[in-house]
């Protein structure tokens, strides 16, 4: 089985109210799954990396499987490719708990989206935001 994976994360303020928000299909493009949640004051990175991490730990329950990871986050992106180079402490210790997640997969590959094509995890990161930060 191949899942697609949408994941993002939105800080208001930056660092300020943050949300992340987590979709799942199936082959076909139908959504099996989707998760949002408020994260309390954090960056967009910060917000991106618990993003990712949710998003890997809801794909553990369709093992055996692979994973295509879409995020409109250009750095977390190259930064899980290993093209870049994590300088952030705080980052690199998000960016480890993401790689042994990546290890319970068949093969998990990467790509970076704009932010047209991830409106459903960005709209439910909205979401958990406003529904904490009132």
Same mark, same amino acid.
């Given at each position: 089985?191949?899942?697609?994976?949408?994941? +993002? !994360? =939105?800080? /208001? !303020?930056?660092?300020?109210?943050?949300?992340?928000?987590?979709?799942?299909?199936?082959?076909?493009?139908?959504?099996?799954? #989707?998760?949002?949640?408020?994260?309390?004051?954090?960056?967009?990175?910060?917000?991106?990396? /618990?993003?990712?991490? #949710?998003?890997?730990?809801?794909a553990?329950?369709?093992?055996?499987?692979?994973?295509?990871?879409?995020? +409109?986050?250009?750095?977390?992106?190259?930064?899980?490719?290993?093209?870049?180079?994590? *300088?952030?402490?705080?980052? =690199?210790?998000?960016?480890?708990?993401? /790689?042994?997640?990546?290890l319970?997969?068949?093969?998990?590959?990467?790509?970076?989206?704009? /932010?047209?094509?991830?409106?459903?995890? +960005? *709209?439910?990161?909205?979401?958990?935001?406003d #529904?904490?930060? *009132?």
């Open positions: 089985m191949k899942i697609n994976l949408y994941t +993002d !994360g =939105a800080s /208001r !303020g930056n660092p300020g109210h943050a949300g992340i928000g987590v979709v799942a299909l199936d082959e076909s493009g139908s959504q099996i799954d #989707s998760y949002y949640e408020y994260i309390g004051h954090a960056t967009n990175n910060v917000a991106e990396y /618990r993003a990712l991490i #949710s998003g890997l730990v809801l553990q329950k369709y093992l055996p499987c692979s994973l295509n990871v879409f995020m +409109d986050s250009e750095l977390l992106v190259n930064q899980m490719k290993g093209l870049y180079k994590v *300088k952030s402490e705080q980052l =690199a210790v998000f960016n480890s708990e993401a /790689r042994v997640h990546t319970k997969f068949e093969k998990v590959v990467f790509e970076y989206i704009p /932010r047209e094509k991830n409106k459903a995890a +960005d *709209k439910l990161a909205n979401l958990a935001i #529904s904490k930060s *009132k």
